[in-house]
């Protein structure tokens, strides 16, 4: 007799969570990850950034599987031309250059990005990025990126949300603050943390690793 375990884990959750374990806490409360300023990059502008054959360089994991923080630093300009110099590159390399900001550096560049989901560029801001070897002009890819909880499957089903979902999360503390619109992205291969840009985690006086609670 064969068994489908992706089935038999969503089971396993779901009577876990009934009892008060599983991956997702009993009170609903999520890990916090603040994420700064950040480049990904196409194979094709890796090599004009840094150079024919150029590999990136691994520094650390970071909390998605298969994502890291690289060694590389770039530096980008918007319409005021003041730069903002030292943006980290993570990898892997993606099938299109993106950059991702926060509100506050948009006004340094000048740039009025839209607030997207990772990957949405479409129509985004344009902005110019340059490297030790060369630059590269994006006529679209900056992003604010938009508040997002990462959850895998099983962590899902205790939750009882969906990938697409939206819900809203509440952050105690000395600057209490709600946070509406928050959208869930839910895959077998990631692991349960919320993602918000340094200008959300200051405004709510808060940091990585710091626990929110998700209302339904």
């Given at each position: 007799?064969?068994?489908?375990?992706?089935?038999?884990?969503?089971?396993?959750?779901?009577?876990?969570?009934?009892?008060?374990?599983?991956?997702?806490?009993?009170?609903?409360?999520?890990?916090?990850?603040?994420?700064?300023?950040?480049?990904?990059?196409?194979?094709?502008?890796?090599?004009?950034?840094?150079?024919?054959?150029?590999?990136?360089?691994?520094?650390?994991?970071?909390?998605?599987?298969?994502?890291?923080?690289?060694?590389?630093?770039?530096?980008?300009?918007?319409?005021?031309?003041?730069?903002i110099e030292?943006?980290?590159?993570?990898?892997?390399?993606?099938?299109?250059?993106?950059?991702?900001?926060?509100?506050?550096?948009?006004?340094?560049?000048?740039?009025?990005?839209?607030?997207?989901?990772?990957?949405?560029?479409?129509?985004?801001?344009?902005?110019?990025?340059?490297?030790?070897?060369g630059v590269?002009?994006?006529?679209?890819?900056?992003?604010?990126?938009?508040?997002?909880?990462?959850?895998?499957?099983?962590?899902?089903?205790?939750?009882?949300?969906?990938?697409?979902?939206?819900?809203?999360?509440?952050?105690?503390?000395?600057?209490?603050?709600?946070?509406?619109?928050?959208?869930?992205?839910?895959?077998?291969?990631?692991?349960?943390?919320?993602h918000i840009?340094?200008?959300?985690?200051?405004?709510?006086?808060?940091?990585?690793?710091?626990?929110?609670?998700?209302?339904?």
């Amino acid at each position: 007799m064969s068994y489908d375990s992706e089935l038999v884990s969503q089971i396993v959750s779901r009577v876990m969570a009934e009892y008060g374990g599983g991956s997702a806490s009993c009170d609903n409360t999520v890990p916090v990850g603040v994420s700064n300023r950040h480049i990904h990059l196409t194979r094709e502008h890796v090599e004009i950034l840094f150079g024919k054959g150029y590999e990136l360089t691994p520094l650390k994991d970071l909390s998605q599987p298969g994502q890291y923080a690289c060694k590389e630093l770039l530096t980008i300009i918007g319409p005021s031309l003041r730069p903002i110099e030292n943006v980290r590159v993570l990898g892997p390399v993606r099938k299109a250059s993106q950059v991702e900001i926060s509100r506050t550096d948009s006004f340094v560049l000048k740039v009025k990005p839209p607030v997207r989901e990772s990957g949405d560029i479409a129509g985004s801001a344009p902005i110019t990025i340059v490297g030790p070897k060369g630059v590269v002009k994006l006529d679209e890819g900056c992003i604010i990126a938009n508040r997002h909880i990462h959850m895998s499957t099983s962590e899902g089903d205790a939750f009882g949300l969906k990938d697409g979902d939206y819900v809203t999360v509440e952050v105690e503390g000395a600057r209490r603050t709600t946070f509406y619109d928050v959208q869930v992205r839910v895959h077998k291969d990631f692991r349960l943390e919320m993602h918000i840009d340094t200008d959300d985690a200051n405004a709510a006086g808060i940091g990585n690793g710091f626990k929110v609670k998700v209302v339904k």
